[in-house]
């Protein structure tokens, strides 16, 4: 497509549900990142894919959080049992390549708004 | 990790004027810095970047700074518009041990200018 898209564009949940997140990035873009924004803050990494392996996954803040892109395109994130904390706008972007020596220009999604009453 | 702190968290400015806004890093093997701009509800968008072979860019009215040896870099607006207003990320981003480059942001600056 044109841009990143992520759906929905807005959630709200209830304590201890369980949601999806969908990110549909650029296509032909290999890698693909997920970053989590709270009110007033800069954006923070969460999982970064390559292709279709999750190559680092160092900022997922524990294991309620999973994220997926079986096919190497669309990637969906996955959080259980959600808690007030999670609430924030979940941004995804993509960028042509990653790693391999070429710093990544990302191009980011509109946002999904996760809010947990 | 890396730690980017960013100045001043918000910025008020007369149309016309020039806006300054500073970011410093910590880790020295950074060497990809993006300046993105957020309007409110929407998403960042690049507006530029410079690496660490680099010391200074400029796109019109948009130009950024590095200073290597001091791990700190500027992003310098020129004749503000009322449309710069937003909110402005710098970020350092360092290749990690899996591979990823991942941008550490700055926690924002807030700027505001004033017809």
């Known amino acids: 497509g044109a841009g990143v898209s992520q759906t929905p564009s807005n959630k709200v949940t209830e304590k201890g549900k369980y949601v999806e997140l969908r990110c549909d990035p650029i296509s032909g873009h290999t890698a693909l990142y997920w970053y989590r924004q709270s009110l007033g803050q800069g954006p923070e990494f969460l999982i970064y894919?390559?292709?279709?392996?999750?190559?680092?996954d160092s900022g997922l803040p524990n294991d309620r959080f999973f994220a997926v892109r079986p096919e190497g395109s669309v990637s969906t994130l996955k959080i259980q049992r959600t808690e007030r904390g999670d609430s924030a706008v979940y941004l995804c972007?993509?960028?042509?390549?990653?790693?391999?020596?070429?710093?990544?220009?990302?191009?980011f999604g509109a946002g999904s708004r996760l809010t947990v009453l | 990790g890396e730690n980017v702190e960013q100045h001043p968290s918000t910025l008020s400015v007369q149309e016309g004027d020039s806006a300054v806004i500073k970011c410093t890093y910590s880790?020295?093997?950074?060497?990809?810095f993006p300046w993105y701009k957020q309007e409110l509800g929407k998403r960042p968008q690049l507006i530029i970047d410079?690496?660490?072979?680099?010391g200074e860019k400029k796109d019109q009215r948009i130009a950024v700074t590095l200073n290597k040896t001091a791990k700190h870099f500027s992003l310098h607006i020129t004749e503000t518009q009322p449309e710069d207003s937003a909110v402005y990320f710098c970020?350092?981003?360092?290749?990690?041990?899996?591979?990823?480059?991942?941008?550490?942001f700055g926690k924002g600056t807030k700027l505001s200018v004033i017809p």
């Open positions: 970020a350092a981003s360092l290749l990690s041990g899996a591979g990823s480059y991942q941008l550490t």
């Open positions: 972007a993509s960028s042509p390549k990653g790693g391999q020596g070429q710093a990544n220009v990302l191009t």
């Open positions: 880790d020295s093997a950074s060497n990809y």
């Open positions: 894919f390559q292709g279709t392996g999750a190559a680092d």
């Open positions: 410079i690496r660490s072979n680099v």
